[in-house]
Nanobody, 123 residues
Framework: QVQLVESGGGLVQAGGSLRLSCTVS????????MGWYRQAPGEQRELVAT???????NYADSVKGRFTVSRDNAKKTVYLQMNSLKPEDTAVYYC?????????????????WGQGTQVTVSS
């Protein structure tokens, strides 16, 4: 089983910044895409940003120009730098990653989610 450990959420005023981090908790063979999703109360989970192993990125229109996703493959970590935050960015943010790992003589695939971290932006 592969777990993702998130950190970096909190309370910030509108216009402020936060940086989220998410690290894969065990030894793995490969990580393909990594990304961030968010879920506001009463809403469905939605994509925020994703990044491929080679660094290709994809953003939701609502965060383009304000958020930046990056990753450090050696540290098995994905980041989300959030600038110019707005109250509508308030949500629980979840990271996601998929790839492969070695377990008991077998190569297994994983597609895991972090535990979620609360981001609250006050007006």
């Amino acid at each position: 089983q592969v777990q993702l450990v998130e950190s970096g959420g909190g309370l910030v005023q509108a216009g402020g910044s936060l940086r989220l981090s998410c690290t894969v908790s065990r030894s793995i063979l490969s990580i393909n895409a990594m990304g961030w999703y968010r879920q506001a109360p009463g809403e469905q989970r939605e994509l925020v940003a994703t990044i491929t192993r080679s660094g290709g990125t994809n953003y939701a229109d609502s965060v383009k120009g304000r958020f930046t996703v990056s990753r450090d493959n050696a540290k098995k970590t994905v980041y989300l730098q959030m600038n110019s935050l707005k109250p509508e960015d308030t949500a629980v943010y979840y990271c996601n990653a998929d790839g492969t790992y070695y377990d008991s003589g077998y190569i297994r695939a994983f597609d895991s989610w972090g535990q979620g971290t609360q981001v609250t932006v006050s007006s």
